[in-house]
């Protein structure tokens, strides 16, 4: 059975169904082809391309709309800590009154100097999916290497689970032997223990 021919990344997907849609007409009569046959052909091809473009869109919003949400209840909390803390400062608070309003914690603290992230890697057709844990920080920068090579290429820092690593193959068709490592991050500072190394074969 040959190689196929159809690319398993939506972003290759895309390129080769817009230029199937495009160049079809010109071989009309070579491929034994009505017009109707054409058209028909081609709103296959549109019907690829607005549905990869359409689920692109849809995740960038959504990671846009959870970025927003997080840096919102971030702003929200920060806020709160500060008046909280104000009000502990009162003659009358009493520990009664925190367990109450539950002001009191769980009795375990962040320690910032040892805080240590974990990660998974997740190959899917097209992407790479890294799921982290904040437990604490606002986010991490995430970073990554091609294994064996020396050094680390910060990609971003993410607030929300999972950061999509959704980078082209370097060479088209030739796998990637990918290493992910993250630091956690808090008011814009890197704070604690680099993760430890996951990898992940990419095949684009």
């Known amino acids: 059975m040959g190689k196929d021919y159809v690319p398993t990344s939506d972003n290759a997907k895309l390129t080769w169904a817009d230029n199937l849609k495009n160049k079809l007409p010109a071989y009309t009569t070579t491929l034994g082809l009505t017009a109707a046959e054409v058209t028909s052909y081609q709103n296959l091809c549109k019907g690829i391309t607005d549905a990869i473009t359409s689920k692109a ?104 689970s999972p950061y999509v690593d959704n980078r082209p193959l370097a060479i088209a068709n030739t796998p990637e032997h990918r290493e992910f490592m993250a630091i956690g991050v808090i008011n814009d500072s890197e704070v604690g223990l680099s993760s430890d190394i996951v990898e992940v074969v990419y095949g684009g």
Do not use: C, M
């Open 57 to 160: 869109a849809a995740q960038a919003n959504a990671k846009k709309v959870n970025q927003e949400s997080d840096l919102a209840i971030g702003n929200s909390v920060k806020q709160l800590r500060s008046g909280i803390q104000g009000w502990k400062q009162q003659p009358g608070y009493t520990d009664a009154i925190g367990a109450d309003l539950q002001l009191l914690g769980s009795g375990s603290s962040f320690d910032a100097a040892t805080y240590k992230t974990t990660l998974t890697a997740s190959a899917y057709p097209g992407r790479v999916e890294i799921a982290f844990a904040k437990n604490g920080v606002e986010g991490i920068n995430i970073y990554t290497r091609l294994k064996g090579q020396p050094g680390w290429l910060k990609l971003s820092f993410d607030a929300h």
